[in-house]
């Protein structure tokens, strides 16, 4: 069975790092504390030549997802640069103010988004009815969904995120991520219908390649 680890990196210098372990792609980011907003997409000429999947975040700042029409056009211009530099994929998602998908902005963002692979990222934690949002999700034709199941910590969130996939029919890969290390990756690897593993492999505050490598054995040879 065919799984895939997906590494977050914050830092260019650490993706130099995660380059050596060849992940299935690394979602690519800056500013941790906040949870990742766009990276500097100028860095891009440096990261997609390594031939590892590159996937940037989408996310113009902090706080809510909630999106003006001045932060979408960013968005949609960011998006088509990662196009222009040859990313594989890209990761955003917008809410209303109801905290539920805003369909007519998320179209948006997937037309510009044509070509290239697309995770829904955890604003999708934040929706008001999960279920029926991940089958909003599915409509709209993202690749998958990054998720901890709704708790701040994936394990935390296991039995949820097992019920997503269930309920999901196999229309969507289900990805689990936060916090999510080698320490606790077998209660989800014995889910064999989850095939993405998502993780920025920090640990005490800085990115671990030792921990990086435990999870990549992991995922691998499960």
């Avoid at 860095?43 to 590892?52: C, F, K, N």
């Avoid at 034709?141 to 901890?148: A, V, Y």
């Avoid at 199941?149 to 995120?161: A, E, Q, S, W, Y």
Wanted: glycine share 6%; net charge positive; charged share 30%.
């Amino acid at each position: 069975m065919h799984r895939n680890f997906e590494i977050c990196s914050y830092d260019i210098r650490d993706l130099v790092k995660i380059v050596t372990l060849k992940p299935a792609r690394i979602e690519f980011c800056q500013n941790k504390n906040v949870g990742g907003l766009t990276p500097n997409l100028n860095d891009l000429d440096y990261v997609v030549p390594t031939g590892i999947p590159i996937h940037p975040i989408i996310r113009p700042r902090e706080g809510n997802f909630i999106y003006s029409k001045k932060e979408m056009d960013q968005m949609i211009k960011d998006i088509e640069v990662c196009k222009e530099k040859n990313c594989k994929g890209v990761v955003f998602g917008v809410l209303d103010k109801n905290f539920s998908i805003d369909i007519k902005k998320c179209e948006r963002l997937m037309m510009h988004s044509e070509g290239l692979s697309t995770t829904f990222h955890m604003a999708f934690d934040s929706c008001k009815n999960p279920i029926k949002s991940m089958k909003k999700i599915i409509n709209l034709g993202f690749d998958r969904i990054l998720t901890s199941g709704r708790k701040n910590n994936v394990k935390d969130g296991l039995k949820f995120i097992e019920k997503l996939v269930d309920e999901s029919d196999d229309l969507i890969s289900i990805m689990p991520g936060s916090n999510l290390r080698s320490s606790n990756v077998e209660l989800f690897l014995k889910n064999k219908r989850i095939k993405d593993f998502h993780s920025s492999c920090y640990v005490n505050g800085t990115f671990s390649i030792e921990e990086a490598k435990l999870l990549n054995t992991k995922i691998k040879n499960f």
